[in-house]
């Protein structure tokens, strides 16, 4: 039997919060218009699992009334006492493109001790964009956590701002072979001859994966 928008708003007010889990993912099944009313009440759900798969599938949701999306998820993002949920949030303001929440992205990372959250709005900065972030992400190429440092780097080259080219150059030498990847991706991205030069000895490199992308790259922009 096919959910109806009644069925779901009678499990999204059951007290068993996996029936309003279940709930959630049913949304899938209608259309963006109806999907976003319905998911309106599980934005500030009393249970964090519920709250972070609605705000989670507002990334595609929030499409259908951006303003009003941008509102709920700054508001996840700034006030809500999970993690998760809060990096859900930053997640899905990439997805949307978001770029009026940039200053409150840049204030969580330097607020909060979470990674994954840090995470999050750093990997989100590519999404967005913006290059008013370059001086975030360049700060986040500094973290002690591998992760967002990573993060920083693919962030970085998405953000196509040749200023990220020799904040990323260095990088090409690193210990960690998955860094190094990331390096030569980002790199890729742009066609000057500094990155070429970078990549360059990278083909030679002994993790296969990092020398052939390394070879891939200089193939692309030959």
Do not use: C
């Amino acid at each position: 039997m096919n959910p109806t928008p009644e069925t779901v708003r009678e499990l999204l007010e059951s007290e068993d919060f996996g029936q309003r889990l279940s709930a959630i993912n049913l949304i899938r099944q209608f259309d963006s218009a109806i999907g976003y009313e319905l998911i309106q009440p599980a934005l500030d759900d009393p249970n964090a699992r519920v709250r972070y798969a609605a705000i989670s599938q507002l990334s595609t949701l929030g499409q259908h009334d951006p303003s009003t999306a941008y509102r709920i998820l700054r508001d996840r993002l700034l006030k809500d006492p999970e993690p998760d949920v809060q990096a859900a949030a930053a997640d899905s303001i990439g997805a949307l493109k978001l770029k009026e929440a940039l200053p409150d992205l840049e204030l969580v990372y330097h607020q909060t001790d979470q990674w994954l959250v840090q995470f999050s709005i750093i990997a989100t900065l590519g999404e967005l964009g913006d290059p008013r972030s370059l001086e975030l992400l360049k700060t986040a190429l500094t973290s002690d956590n591998d992760l967002i440092k990573t993060a920083a780097i693919g962030s970085l080259g998405e953000l196509g701002d040749v200023a990220a080219v020799p904040l990323l150059i260095p990088f090409a030498g690193d210990a960690d072979w998955q860094v190094r990847y990331r390096v030569v991706q980002a790199l890729g991205r742009f066609d000057l001859p500094a990155a070429r030069e970078a990549i360059a000895p990278l083909v030679n490199d002994p993790m296969k994966p990092v020398a052939e992308e390394a070879h891939n790259q200089l193939s692309a922009n030959a």
